[in-house]
């Protein structure tokens, strides 16, 4: 069975981890940062850069030996090639590359936000392409038929914040700290969904894609003007973006002609309002609906590892003159949102 040692340094977390191709995930470390961004309230990207190149050696060597591996024993060795914070991308990248040609072994440069798609696969076997990928994370916010290994049609982005990016403002807005998406979900667990009004951006609308900039407007102008909680508002917050992804949802499945479930991945696919409101929605179209387990949800290196995997066993690897991206679109096709040059 093959062995693959997947790396993880976009944002911040260092992460490492070794995987079967058969989907056991034999290790996996990581060593979060949230010590260093937090007297910041958000990523850093130099600190981050340098927490990397710090962290991630030693991380590989304990990964190994929770394994009772060597570098031996791996086929091929993957790690995120982008998209994210160029400074850590790097880091993982020039190990990755490193450690292949010290070895010989074969390098696989993987798309972060592939991880993320293809992580559902790692958690449940029986799923089978095509799925419908609501992909939400605290860079993208993006629904996408994941038609294959490599093969992604996108069908909506957003066309300014990602809905973790909402989370982490509203959290630091409330003086929740960060990370935030954590946090709000905490505090909304003891408010009231309904005690302030709040906007849900583009819901009921023909365009296909997200906005969550106005909302985040809108929480701001409810916290000025006072006289509210911070788990109200949280709770109010966390129901306007639960209706927002549910409604942008519905609209994708009722456009594409036939999925065998539907998925959620990404960071803010931990929150538990949001799976249940999924799981609710798949159930109304009769189809399975996959989450993977919290663990793999959030940033980790055994999603890189595995989807290292399943482009190893499709024969894609690449070169060590395979460049660091810091956007690099999972579909390359798609039309641009409007005003979505940025997240797009
Ligand atoms: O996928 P991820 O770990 O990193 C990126 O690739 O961006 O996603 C991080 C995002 C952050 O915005 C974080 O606040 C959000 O996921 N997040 C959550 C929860 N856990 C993490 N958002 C809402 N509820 C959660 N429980
Ligand atoms: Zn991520």
């Not at 979900?185 to 906005?211: D, M, Q, W, Y």
Request: glycine share 10%; hydrophobic share 45%.
């Amino acid at each position: 069975m093959t062995i693959i040692l997947g790396l993880e340094s976009s944002c911040d977390e260092t992460a490492a981890a070794l995987v079967t191709g058969d989907r056991q995930v034999l290790a996996h470390r990581l060593a979060t940062q949230e010590k260093e961004h937090q007297p910041y309230g958000g990523v850093v990207p130099e600190i981050a850069a340098r927490a990397h190149v710090e962290a991630l050696t030693p991380l590989i060597e304990a990964t190994f030996a929770d394994a009772g591996l060597t570098l031996n024993d791996v086929d091929a060795i993957a790690a995120t090639a982008g998209p994210g914070l160029i400074g850590g991308v790097m880091v993982g990248l020039v190990t990755g590359k490193a450690l292949a040609h010290a070895t010989g072994k074969p390098l696989v440069a993987v798309n972060h936000l592939e991880g993320h798609a293809l992580s559902p696969r790692l958690a449940e076997p029986d799923l089978q392409f095509p799925y419908l990928l609501l992909l939400v994370s605290g860079g993208h916010c993006q629904i996408l038929v994941v038609e294959g290994v490599g093969q992604y049609r996108r069908l909506a982005t957003t066309i300014d914040d990602a809905a973790g990016e909402a989370f982490d403002k509203t959290a630091k807005l409330l003086g929740l700290g960060y990370p935030g998406g954590p946090a709000v979900e905490r505090a909304a667990a003891s408010g009231n969904a309904k005690a302030i009004r709040l906007p849900r951006p583009l819901v009921g609308t023909a365009e296909p894609h997200f906005s969550f900039a106005g909302l985040k407007s809108a929480v701001l102008r409810a916290v000025e003007a006072g006289g509210t909680s911070k788990e109200d508002v949280a709770a109010s917050f966390q129901q306007a973006v639960v209706d927002c992804l549910v409604d942008r949802t519905r609209r994708a499945l009722a456009n594409v002609p036939h999925v065998t479930a539907l998925v959620v991945a990404g960071g803010v696919a931990a929150n538990g309002a949001i799976r249940a409101a999924l799981q609710g929605l798949a159930a109304d179209h009769g189809l399975p609906f996959i989450a993977p387990p919290l663990w793999l949800c959030t940033d980790n290196a055994a999603m890189i590892a595995w989807a290292g995997a399943e482009r190893f066993a499709a024969g894609l690897t690449d070169g060590l003159d395979v460049p660091a991206r810091p956007r690099w679109p999972l579909d390359a096709q798609a039309e641009k949102a409007r005003g979505a040059g940025v997240k797009a």
